[in-house]
């Protein structure tokens, strides 16, 4: 499988590839870039992407002709994203107008390089997100745009971020969480009954060791990271687990159950 996406991606880019290796169905090839969003992977995008060329999504299906693609995309657009034209964040009409063409082209292309390698079209799996400390309708929005593209595209999705949102309130964002069997087995992991998914000095990121100025995957046993990457590897073992589609079709059967 192929996993590309932003600074949340490169932080669980490891622990991802031990939990979907441990399912003895696939192994991963990553290339998560930190600050990127949809635009970056699409070939055909400025020459100041942040993402090379020979890491384009329709570039990687090619070289790697996975069976699955899984999108992480928390929905950057930072003055340092030259692809979304000065589109800021969560900017109203423009921002989910353009968030929404941009996953209908991203699958659009990897379909199309499918095609031209001769090989069955991966199925997609878009990632939903976590909360946002800052604006809970935005991800609400976002992941709204990622169903919708799933539905239309026969792929799926992996609801990573209700993983690490409280139990009944899904886009409330939190630093810490009732902890779970395996944590509470794990003294590091749980302390007074509650995990550790955010840094005092970060809201987004859940890795639990400093940022640096390096992209780098998550150097430190992190609970929001592995309780993400489980979402994630379990939807992609049911993908893998389906019967190949019939002769002739590009797709790869219906959609996942929800």
Known sequence: MLYLGDSLAMESRRVL????AAGERATVHSAPYSGT???DYLEGTARDSLVPSRHKAAALVRSQRPRVVVLQFWGNAW?????MDSIPQGGGSRYYARY??????????????????????????????????????????????YRDQAD?????????????????????????????????????????????LHRDDDHLHFCLAPTTKTPR??????PGIV????AIAETVD??????????????AGPPAAR
Do not use: H, M
């Open 152 to 196: 239309a595209g026969e792929d799926t999705v992996a609801d990573a971020g209700r993983e690490v949102s409280p139990a009944g309130s899904r886009y409330t964002w939190v630093q810490r969480l009732p902890c779970n069997d395996d944590e509470r087995a794990r003294p590091g992991d749980c302390r007074g009954g509650l995990t550790s």
């Open 79 to 83: 003055a340092y994203t030259p692809c």
């Open 227 to 230: 309780r993400y990457c489980e």
């Open 17 to 20: 590839a031990d939990r979907v």
């Open 217 to 222: 995957p998550c150097p430190v046993r992190s």
């Open 100 to 145: 929404a063409a941009d996953a209908k082209a991203l699958t659009e292309q990897i379909a199309a390089a499918a095609r031209g390698a001769g090989i069955q079209r991966p199925r997609i799996v878009w990632v939903l997100q976590a909360p946002d400390a800052f604006s809970p309708d935005r991800v609400r929005r976002v992941n709204g745009i």
């Open 238 to 251: 049911a993908v893998l687990r389906r019967p190949p589609p019939a002769t002739g079709r590009d797709r």
């Open 37 to 39: 969003t949809l635009c």
